[in-house]
């Protein structure tokens, strides 16, 4: 996993609440066995639409993606964080987030950013009339700043998660911090316990 230090582009407005898994990665898409590839299938139902905010050009290569409350709700899915990271997407901004969803996505990289509600509201409409308007996320000091619209609030992330963000470490990072301790513990076990090949 990289380190996230910082995000800083423009955004998508995507003005819906309670927006669950299963509208973020449809079903039918969960049948591929690697991680990759998922970004196709993000929001695919709501795609069809042409007047779907993902399919106007104006908001392409944006890194960050404004909703509303609940995001991530409904299944515990972890191809949702997979499908909005494997599109581009680097933070989401909300008011709240499901807690399922919000493990998730630290586990990869993404940000979940939840801001008070008339916050995401000035950035859905700032980011709607002006797809170039310019968003920092700064994990160190857990900032969030829109100078156009004069937004300079804070978000919570608890110390862990910071600290996996900052250094990069996924689940196995974490482990392999741990790498001398397994190794000794390995070789002093008796011979007649099991052992891992290698």
């Known amino acids: 996993m990289r380190a996230v230090r910082e995000v800083i582009g423009t955004a998508v407005p995507l003005d819906r609440a309670d927006v669950d898994t299963d509208q973020i ?12 590839g998922f970004g196709a299938g993000l929001f695919s139902a709501w795609r069809k639409d042409p007047d779907f905010v993902l399919n106007d050009p104006r908001y392409a290569g944006a890194s960050i993606l404004v909703a509303g409350a609940n995001f991530g709700c409904g299944s515990s899915r972890e191809h949702a964080p997979w499908a909005l990271e494997d599109y581009g997407f680097q933070a989401v901004i ?8 919000r493990g998730n996505a630290a586990k990869i990289g993404l940000l979940t950013v ?29 900032t969030v700043v829109a100078p156009e619209l004069a937004i300079e609030g804070t978000f919570p992330l608890d110390d862990f998660a910071q600290h996996r963000l900052l250094n990069g ?11 001398d301790a397994i190794t000794a513990f390995e070789s002093g076990r008796p011979d007649w316990h099991p052992s891992l090949p290698g």
Request: aromatic content about 4%.
């Open 25 to 36: 990665i449809p079903a039918e898409w969960l049948k591929r066995v690697e991680r990759t």
């Open 114 to 142: 939840e801001l008070p509600a008339d916050e995401v509201q000035a950035l859905l409409v700032g980011v709607g009339q002006d797809p170039k308007l310019e968003i920092t996320i700064d994990v160190e000091h857990r």
């Open 169 to 179: 470490l996924d689940d196995i990072g974490l482990t392999e911090q741990h790498d």
């Open 94 to 101: 909300a008011p709240s987030f499901a807690d399922i969803f």
